[in-house]
């Protein structure tokens, strides 16, 4: 038996948005710490991790662990009916067939009730090991989305070059090329707009831009971004949640041959 | 592709639905009594076998098992051929014991020596009112059909001289055979080689004039010795080798059996169509394996036995299958088609057989049969070696075995040309496969329509990108 109550529904909705782009179908794994997502694109070159720990939700309790296979279009479509303001509660029982959702409005005594069937997803699991990153850079997250957007103007991939000068994306397209770079940067009366950069080694490397726009939809979720850089492994773009909960994001870097 | 799981009011899951249907489909109103355990079977006796006729266990002379014989003190032996339908076309017998009908063959009642519940045949006689009150009108499931045909006991006797001629000849090199008095032989028969018995045989020679009916063919295939008042036999393999050739040139002076006459004789002597490309040559390099199995071994007959004796050796308490018509039956119907497919092309081959090949082909087939049905293998490949040893046959076979050459050389030669021209060929499809291949892009059309629904216009769109150079994420990460 799981049973989950959001504060607002719009923390989940916003969640929801930002990976329905990116995969179709996912487990939501239940257990007593919280909820937990891990899927990858169809490609298999991006990979989406979620923690929505227990402490977010009040109350929050699973019995038992539970898969719920869903639908992420179906959720969406569920989910905007929703307010953003609505209380959200999750039932599922231990053996579900489908996840009841109720929105209750704190406002009008509303409440809606939904049930969404759930699907048996094979899907497997991936270890991911907690790695030291050569560059890891901390940055407001609509800084991060303007960047990419812009870039992908020029051109389908982007060089990220960490430096001890700085931090420089770099595209190289057909029109022309372009580059935007980040230098640290602290302002004490408003520190979402600080850019850290902490670095060990200088990195390079290569990623698709349409992937990492597609990252970016997480981009309501938080206000900072932290943008994590080891050579030969895969990107790391991290949007933090309510507490210490996050969303995470994979992504492949882009090895040989560079259009 | 993922499923939806709930059950409730589902209408696209399967589970429920069938669920639903085999729920109401176990509850029949009628219930049907239970199997017998001795299904009743249909045999043809002939009409002159006399009421004291018995169905006995004997030793088969190719297989050294016990099959059952149908034994007529007064008229000799008969075997059982059984004729079935094919495994993909199954069929029943409904058996209506009613006493009106039993007057369509004047066969007498004829109770079994072993066990009795295996005395219903085709025909049954009023003061068997015990037997309809069991059977009444019955179906079964096996429709099969025991033909009693005649055999010569000459077979019969033949494991037993040619075991003990086997033995000596093994143990001491061209040893002299002995000569061994009847008794001896039938001795050995009945003790039947290595495990085996022939259970019935004591009993039968006692009945009537088998005994002598028995010696009488035993003669003709040993040479004998007057020990006073005794004959004493041993096994002379050319004496035996003239009668199996008599035997053979009997069988095959009218046409042999259609089935037989197509497969051994007219595929084996058709020489391909070299002048016309189209169809013909399909059934060339078919026809050129089949020439080489009954060339060399006649292989294929003796597969057909070996099923035969499967069956008859799985169920024992059926009666005797000899030969499974059947089979070659079946096989042979698909070839005959094939034939005739190939006849509509067919202009004109390159060779023809003469009437006398023919009747050479045929003589040979009967003799491969005779020797591949009726004779123990080991027995069979000796007389086989000395069938290639005398000359005057080889003179005899000389115009066959000179025709056979030529058409393997012109099959060889449309083989080679089919394969050359073959790319120009297409494959006509006919409606099943055209209405199975539309149902699977209906199945595929109806999943991708699903598979869209699910998948919003970012997952689309990402689909698109170019991913070359770019690892999969299982290669940086282990699976758990």
């Not at chain 1, 960047?147 to 770099?170: Q, Y």
């Not at chain 2, 190719?62 to 076309?89: D, Q, W």
């Not at chain 2, 040309?417 to 209906?442: C, F, P």
Request: hydrophobic share 35%; with cysteine.
């Amino acid at each position: 038996m799981l049973e989950a109550r959001l504060d607002k529904a719009n923390d989940l909705k916003k969640v929801v948005d930002a990976i329905k782009d990116l995969v179709q179908d996912c487990n939501f794994d239940c257990n007593d710490s919280g909820l937990a997502l891990q899927a990858m694109d169809n490609s298999h070159v991006a990979l989406v991790s979620m923690m929505y720990k227990a402490e977010a939700f009040s109350p929050y309790r699973c019995d038992r662990n539970i898969a719920l296979g869903v639908n992420l279009v179906s959720l969406t479509k569920v989910l905007r009916a929703a307010q953003n303001d609505d209380v959200l509660t999750l039932k599922a029982e231990d053996a579900p067939d489908s996840l009841n959702l109720v929105f209750e409005s704190s406002a009008s005594d509303r409440v809606s009730e939904y049930d969404l069937k759930l699907m048996d997803i094979d899907q497997e699991h991936l270890g991911i090991p907690e790695t030291e990153y050569a560059a890891t850079i901390t940055m407001p997250s609509g800084e991060f989305r303007r960047i990419c957007t812009d870039l992908m103007a020029m051109s389908e991939s982007v060089t990220i070059e960490a430096s001890k000068d700085g931090v420089k994306f770099a595209a190289n397209g057909d029109i022309g090329n372009g580059s935007v770079t980040l230098r640290s940067h602290q302002e004490v009366d408003k520190e979402e707009n600080n850019i850290d950069i902490e670095l060990t080694e200088p990195v390079s490397l290569t990623f698709s831009l349409k992937y990492l726009v597609n990252f970016c939809k997480a981009q309501p979720l938080s206000t900072r971004v932290k943008i994590c850089l080891s050579n030969e492994v895969p990107l790391l773009v991290e949007y933090g949640l309510a507490g210490t909960s996050y969303l995470r994001f994979y992504l492949a870097p882009k090895i040989g041959d560079e259009e | 592709m993922a499923r939806t799981r709930s059950k409730g009011g589902a209408t696209t899951t399967t589970k429920s639905a069938s669920k639903s249907q085999s729920s109401a489909g176990t509850e029949s109103r009628y219930t049907l009594p239970d199997e017998s355990p001795n299904p009743p079977k249909i045999f043809i006796l002939p009409r002159k076998a006399t009421p004291e006729a018995r169905v006995v266990s004997l030793l088969n002379p190719r297989y050294g098992k016990p099959t059952r014989y149908l034994v007529c003190p007064s008229t000799g032996v008969y075997e059982f051929t059984r004729i079935a339908a094919p495994k993909s076309t199954p069929r029943s017998w409904l058996i209506e014991h009613s006493t009106s009908s039993s007057t369509t063959t004047s066969n007498s009642e004829l109770p079994s020596a072993s066990q009795s519940e295996e005395k219903d045949k085709e025909t049954t006689t009023t003061e068997k009112g015990q037997d309809e009150d069991e059977f009444g009108a019955y179906i079964t499931k096996g429709a099969e059909l025991f033909v009693a045909t005649p055999v010569d006991p000459v077979f019969l006797v033949l494991p037993a001289l040619s075991s003990s001629s086997a033995e000596e000849g093994g143990a001491s090199n061209k040893k002299k055979k002995l000569f061994l008095s009847s008794d001896d032989h039938f001795d050995n028969l009945a003790r039947g080689g290595q495990d085996a018995l022939s259970p019935h045989l004591g009993e039968v020679l006692r009945w009537g004039n088998i005994r002598a009916l028995f010696e009488s063919r035993m003669a003709v295939v040993c040479d004998t010795v007057d020990a006073g008042d005794e004959s004493m036999y041993r096994l002379s393999e050319e004496k035996l080798l003239a009668v199996l050739l008599d035997k053979a040139r009997s069988m095959s002076t009218t046409s042999l059996p259609p089935s037989m006459e197509e497969k051994f004789v007219a595929k084996a002597l058709e020489a391909p169509v070299l002048s016309v490309k189209r169809e013909t040559p399909a059934a060339a390099p078919q026809a050129s394996t089949e020439t080489l199995a009954s060339q060399s071994a006649v292989s294929t007959p003796k597969v057909e036995n070996s099923e035969s004796q499967s069956s008859v050796s799985s169920a024992d308490t059926t009666s005797t299958t000899v030969s499974d018509a059947s089979t070659a039956a079946t096989s042979v119907a698909a070839a005959e088609e094939e034939a005739a497919n190939s006849e509509a092309f067919e202009l004109k081959p390159a060779i023809v057989a003469s009437p006398e090949v023919i009747s050479l082909q045929r003589l040979r087939t009967a003799l491969s049969f005779i020797l591949s049905s009726y004779v123990a293998p080991a027995q069979a490949a000796r007389l086989r070696e000395q069938l290639g040893a005398r000359a005057e046959l080889q003179a005899e076979f000389g115009p066959l075995d000179d025709y056979l050459g030529r058409v393997a050389a012109l099959r060889q030669e449309a083989v080679a040309a089919r394969s050359m021209a073959d790319y120009s060929r297409k494959r006509v499809l006919d409606d099943e496969e055209l209405a199975e291949r539309a149902e699977k892009k209906r199945r595929k059309d109806e999943d991708d329509k699903r598979k869209k629904a699910g998948l919003s216009r970012g997952v689309k769109t990402l689909g698109k990108v170019n991913t070359s150079g770019m690892k999969k994420m299982s290669d940086f990460f282990k699976k758990k």
